[in-house]
């Protein structure tokens, strides 16, 4: 049945982090973060509640999102709204992942916001994170980018990790 | 060659050979004036309405010192501020996010128009707002300023007057207003 | 025929907990936040009650203190992304039977479906 096939994969099997790399930006280095700022990208965009405060983004470009998707949700990824929901999703389970390994690690609490999934130029979105970064006068803005596997095979989307400065360094005491 | 204005970064020209770009305009806005007299530009890529302090090290960052710097740049290379003409981009409401007081690009938007106001230029031309990211770029060939969107027809910008050697050429949608969206 | 109640803000995940649940031949009903689950709760007293977290209007823990408080026999089991060791603590201390963390293997979810309504 093919709603069976689709089941396979990404929802099932555990996530593991392959590489996680940090560095420091200033705002104006953001929306260049993966190459080209004008670059379309399908992006899911979730802000931090709890201990950790940031925002959380997994972007891929966006000519990828349909072999991406497609064994998940069959013949539905034409659907875009089905297909931002799974994207969504994705991020999610990614990113609350990712959350989950930094919380239970520094004993807090950290908690992603339902997504907020976007199909455009990753340098509009990055760009107006960078605003609110220079909003709350911050011209270093960690990001942490990580790649993540499934059974030894690279997830495709990128995941990123920009917490607040104050954040990381709450963290590391 | 393509000159490519970063966050709260400008460029201000006379004659201006080469094309000039803000790629990604989320809740930015690209700001543009120009002075047909004197065919003397600038562009300025806004990050914030109000700056921090008066004298900031970046004002061509914030909507209300933007406009005063950038006209005594023009200035210098001879421009006659009484013809000077903007044109605005970009001011878009990306993410939903809580606790950021406000709505940025829509403040944006309005701490620039209130201080060109003040300043006597008049806004000829914006594609402001919404929820899509655009690129404005500048043509050095035909002097034309293109707003971009993923997915949606180029808008032109640039008012009649400051064009050189007439229209576009490649069937584009045309807009030139003086009204906002 | 045993009902099941989805509550999740992910389309797709209803989706495919509707497809997992459903080849069992239980009836499914779905809501998109926790005020749409007390809603849906009340008016069709659900078997049992699949509760994601983190969701818009109201999340999955503070719903299911508030189908609890209304019916102390309510079962609820959290399926959520949100798998930290407080949390995971927080919904078994405010009523949850149990707790499936993504991603999950559908056998996984049946399995405890069947316990739940066993």
Partial sequence: MQAGEALSGLFERKFKIAEIALSHRTPA???????????????????????????????????????????????????????????????????????????????????????????????????????????????????????????????????????????LSELRK | MIRSIGLGEYAVGRDVQEDWAIYGLGSCVGLILCEPTTRVLA??????????????????????????????????????????????????????????AGDIGRRNVESVRSSLARHGVPVTAEEVGGASGRTLR???????????????????????????????????????????? | MARILVVDDAAFMRMRLKTVLGEQGWEVLEASNGVEAIQMYEQHKPDLVMMDITMPEMDGLTALRAIREKDPNAKVVMCSALGQESTVIEAIKSGAKDFIVKPFQPERVVDTVKKQLG
């Fill in chain 1, 29 to 167: 280095e953001l929306p260049e973060i993966l190459g080209d700022a004008a670059e379309p990208v399908c992006a899911s965009f979730y802000q931090i509640r709890g201990e950790i405060p940031g925002f959380l983004l997994l972007i891929m470009p966006i000519d990828e999102v349909n072999a991406f998707l497609k064994p998940l949700l069959g013949d539905h990824v034409t659907e875009e709204a089905m297909a931002d929901s799974a994207f969504g999703e994705v991020g999610n389970v990614v990113g609350s992942a990712f959350l989950n390994y930094l919380a239970d690690y520094y004993r807090t609490y950290a908690a992603p916001t339902p997504p907020q999934v976007f199909r455009d130029m990753v340098g509009a979105l990055m760009g107006s994170l960078a605003a609110v970064f220079v909003a709350e006068g911050q011209e270093q803005v960690p990001v942490v980018r990580t790649v993540f596997t499934q059974e030894s095979e690279k997830l495709s989307a990128l995941l990123l990790w920009i917490p607040y400065a104050l954040s």
């Fill in chain 2, 43 to 100: 562009m300025a890529h806004v990050v914030l309405p109000v700056s921090p302090s008066p004298d900031p090290e970046q004002p061509a960052r914030y909507g209300d010192t933007v406009v005063p710097f950038l006209l005594e740049e023009m200035k210098k290379l001879g421009a006659v501020t009484e013809h000077v003409m903007a044109q605005l981009a970009g001011g878009a409401r990306m993410f939903e996010i809580s606790g950021v």
């Fill in chain 2, 138 to 181: 500048w043509h050095a060939k035909t002097r034309l300023a293109v707003v971009s969107r993923f997915g949606a027809p180029d808008v032109i910008l640039t008012p009649d007057r400051c064009r050189v050697g007439g229209s576009w050429t490649d069937g584009r949608v045309v807009k030139n207003s003086t009204e906002p969206r």
